[in-house]
DNA sequence: CAACCGACCTGTTCGC
DNA sequence: TGCGAACAGGTCGGTT
C-alpha cells in the first residue's frame, strides 16, 4: 500500500527523527524480514554505527549508516515504522528492532510479513553498494524518479514507445518507473483520461504528454499532503490525508468527479483496477482486440 | 518482450 | 451467529 508518496513520508519523518543517532544493536523477531542476514550477523554488522542519511528510492526507504554501510527498508503492504523508548512494550507484530544510544529503538512493525530489510555495503572495487553474497547494485532494478528533473516528458516517450504491453501493468512495473503502485497508477490514468488496458505504444503524443503530467502531478500533491492513509497504511509515522482527493482508487459505484458516470471497477493482471467509463475510453481497434481476448479466454475455460 | 500464476502472509469483509 | 471464501496488493520466480 505504502507506494513513492507514504515512503518519502515515512522517509522524511524517520530523518527528522534520528539523523545523527548511533545503532548499538538490533533485535530481530521474524528472521525472514532480513533478506540476506541472519539477526546475529546482522546486528553485529550494524552496532556502533552512525545514521548519515535518510532518503528514498522508488519505494524503499535507504538508510545510509557510518563506514559505507546502508540499509534498506521495503515496506511492502503493511509495513510500519515507529520511534519508542526501548523499555516501552513491543506490539503484536514487531520483527526488527534497532537499539539506539540514547535510549530510543527504531522499530519495524509488519502485520503481514511481508516486508525486507536489505544490508548493503560499499564494494572496494567499484564502490558501489551491494548486497553480500551474488546480490547486485543497490538500485538495479529501478526506473526512472518520476519527480526527478530529469524524469522529461521526452524521456518518459522514449520509453513508454517501447512496450507493446498495457498501461496499468507498466506503471505499476517498478523498473519503468519507480515508486508507482495501484492507488496513484489508478488515478494517473483517470487524470491522463487513458484507460488502463491501452497498450503503451499506441498512444497519440497528446496522450503521453498527458500521462507524464498526470504522474507528476498526482505523486507531487500526494507528497504534499503526506500520502494517502487507506486501509493498512496508517500509523504515526504516516497519516496523510490524500485519500480525501482520490477520485476512482476504492470509488467503485461512486460518481466520477469528473462527468459523474459510476466508477467501474475491473481486474487487469490480477490486480483490481478502477476507471471511469466514461472519461477513460478505449479506441475502437483497441476495443475490438480486448473483447477477442476475452472471448478465447472464456472459450478455453468453457472447452476443459 | 509479454502475460499469467503461485507464493509469501494475516486481518477484514462478504456471502450464505 | 458462524464459517469459509474472497480480498487487500508489492514483488519475485517460474512457465507458457
Given at each position: 500500500?505504502?507506494?513513492?508518496?507514504?515512503?518519502?513520508?515515512?522517509?522524511?519523518?524517520?530523518?527528522?527523527?534520528?539523523?545523527?543517532?548511533?545503532?548499538?544493536?538490533?533485535?530481530?523477531?521474524?528472521?525472514r524480514?532480513?533478506?540476506?542476514?541472519?539477526?546475529?550477523?546482522?546486528?553485529?554488522?550494524?552496532?556502533?554505527?552512525t545514521?548519515?542519511?535518510?532518503?528514498?528510492?522508488?519505494?524503499?526507504?535507504?538508510v545510509?549508516?557510518?563506514?559505507g554501510?546502508a540499509?534498506?527498508i521495503?515496506?511492502k503492504?503493511?509495513?510500519?515504522?515507529?520511534?519508542a523508548?526501548?523499555?516501552?512494550?513491543?506490539?503484536?507484530?514487531?520483527?526488527?528492532?534497532?537499539?539506539?544510544e540514547?535510549?530510543?529503538?527504531?522499530?519495524?512493525?509488519?502485520?503481514?510479513?511481508f516486508?525486507?530489510v536489505?544490508?548493503?555495503?560499499?564494494?572496494?572495487?567499484?564502490?558501489?553498494?551491494?548486497?553480500?553474497?551474488?546480490?547486485?547494485?543497490?538500485?538495479?532494478?529501478?526506473?526512472?524518479?518520476?519527480?526527478?528533473?530529469?524524469?522529461?516528458?521526452?524521456?518518459?516517450?522514449?520509453?513508454?514507445?517501447?512496450?507493446?504491453?498495457?498501461?496499468?501493468?507498466?506503471?505499476?512495473?517498478?523498473?519503468?518507473?519507480?515508486?508507482?503502485?495501484?492507488?496513484?497508477?489508478d488515478?494517473?490514468?483517470?487524470r491522463?483520461?487513458?484507460?488502463?488496458?491501452r497498450?503503451?505504444?499506441?498512444?497519440?503524443?497528446?496522450?503521453?504528454?498527458?500521462?507524464?503530467?498526470?504522474?507528476?502531478?498526482?505523486?507531487?500533491?500526494?507528497?504534499?499532503?503526506?500520502?494517502?492513509?487507506?486501509?493498512?497504511?496508517?500509523?504515526?509515522?504516516?497519516?496523510?490525508t490524500?485519500?480525501?482527493?482520490?477520485?476512482?482508487?476504492?470509488?467503485?459505484?461512486?460518481?466520477?468527479?469528473?462527468?459523474?458516470?459510476p466508477?467501474?471497477?475491473?481486474?487487469?493482471?490480477?490486480?483490481?483496477?478502477?476507471?471511469?467509463?466514461?472519461?477513460?475510453r478505449?479506441?475502437r481497434a483497441?476495443r475490438a482486440?480486448?473483447?477477442?481476448?476475452?472471448?478465447?479466454?472464456?472459450?478455453?475455460?468453457?472447452?476443459?
Open positions: 500500500m505504502p507506494e513513492l508518496p507514504e515512503v518519502e513520508t515515512v522517509a522524511r519523518d524517520l530523518r527528522g527523527l534520528v539523523l545523527g543517532a548511533t545503532i548499538v544493536g538490533a533485535r530481530c523477531a521474524w528472521p524480514t532480513l533478506r540476506t542476514h541472519d539477526p546475529d550477523r546482522f546486528a553485529a554488522a550494524v552496532a556502533g554505527r545514521i548519515e542519511r535518510v532518503g528514498r528510492r522508488g519505494k524503499l526507504i535507504v545510509e549508516l557510518s563506514d554501510v540499509l534498506t521495503h515496506l503492504m503493511t509495513g510500519r515504522l515507529s520511534l523508548p526501548a523499555t516501552a512494550a513491543d506490539d503484536d507484530h514487531l520483527r526488527l528492532a534497532f537499539r539506539l540514547d535510549g530510543r529503538e527504531i522499530r519495524f512493525s509488519d502485520t503481514r510479513k516486508g525486507r536489505g544490508l548493503y555495503e560499499r564494494d572496494q572495487l567499484s564502490g558501489e553498494l551491494v548486497e553480500p553474497g551474488e546480490g547486485g547494485p543497490l538500485f538495479a532494478r529501478q526506473g526512472p524518479e518520476p519527480l526527478e528533473p530529469s524524469f522529461t516528458l521526452r524521456a518518459f516517450r522514449t520509453r513508454l514507445r517501447g512496450h507493446r504491453g498495457r498501461l496499468k501493468p507498466l506503471l505499476l512495473d517498478q523498473s519503468f518507473i519507480a515508486g508507482i503502485g495501484n492507488i496513484y497508477a488515478e494517473a490514468l483517470w491522463a483520461r487513458l484507460h488502463p488496458l497498450a503503451a505504444n499506441s498512444l497519440r503524443p497528446p496522450d503521453e504528454r498527458r500521462l507524464h503530467e498526470a504522474i507528476r502531478a498526482v505523486l507531487a500533491e500526494a507528497v504534499e499532503r503526506r500520502g494517502s492513509s487507506v486501509r493498512d497504511y496508517r500509523g504515526p509515522m504516516g497519516d496523510g490524500m485519500q480525501g482527493q482520490l477520485a476512482v482508487y476504492q470509488r467503485t459505484g461512486r460518481p466520477c468527479p469528473r462527468c459523474g458516470r466508477i467501474r471497477r475491473l481486474v487487469i493482471a490480477g490486480r483490481a483496477s478502477h476507471v471511469c467509463p466514461g472519461c477513460q478505449l479506441p483497441a482486440a480486448q473483447e477477442a481476448v476475452a472471448r478465447s479466454a472464456s472459450a478455453a475455460a468453457g472447452a476443459d
